[in-house]
Nanobody, 126 residues
Framework: QVQLVESGGGSVQAGGSLRLSCRAS????????MAWFRQAPGKEREFVGA????????YYADSVKGRFTISGDGGRNTQYLQMNSLKPEDTAVYYC???????????????????WGQGTQVTVSS
């Protein structure tokens, strides 16, 4: 059974930093890409960023570009989300996602991903 486990969430003041981790286990396939999504109460789930394992290329939503950084380990089992200069609007549950294959829908849609973590809460106060 594939399992994705997020960790590192918490509460910080505006301008602070957090580092989220997501570790995958139980895979029987080679992951193509992993991503982070977030969802605030009453709002739709939105794309935050992704890493394509081949070449390590990363992709970011405009709202976090320049503040958040995605990285991964060499074994494609763990991805990280370093979040700096946090804003109150970053408050949300953050979810890790894993993709088996390339998707013609691109990296930003939930349909591109096959497995999801349970989520970790990030709260930013001002």
């Amino acid at each position: 059974q594939v399992q994705l486990v997020e960790s590192g969430g918490g509460s910080v003041q505006a301008g602070g930093s957090l580092r989220l981790s997501c570790r995958a286990s139980g895979r029987t396939y080679s992951s193509y890409a992993m991503a982070w999504f977030r969802q605030a109460p009453g709002k739709e789930r939105e794309f935050v960023g992704a890493i394509r394992w081949s070449g390590g290329r990363t992709y970011y939503a405009d709202s976090v570009k320049g503040r958040f950084t995605i990285s991964g380990d060499g074994g494609r089992n763990t991805q990280y989300l370093q979040m700096n200069s946090l804003k109150p609007e970053d408050t949300a549950v953050y979810y890790c996602a894993d993709s088996k294959y390339y998707s013609n829908t691109g990296y930003t849609g939930w349909e591109a991903y096959d497995y999801w973590g349970q989520g970790t809460q990030v709260t930013v106060s001002s």
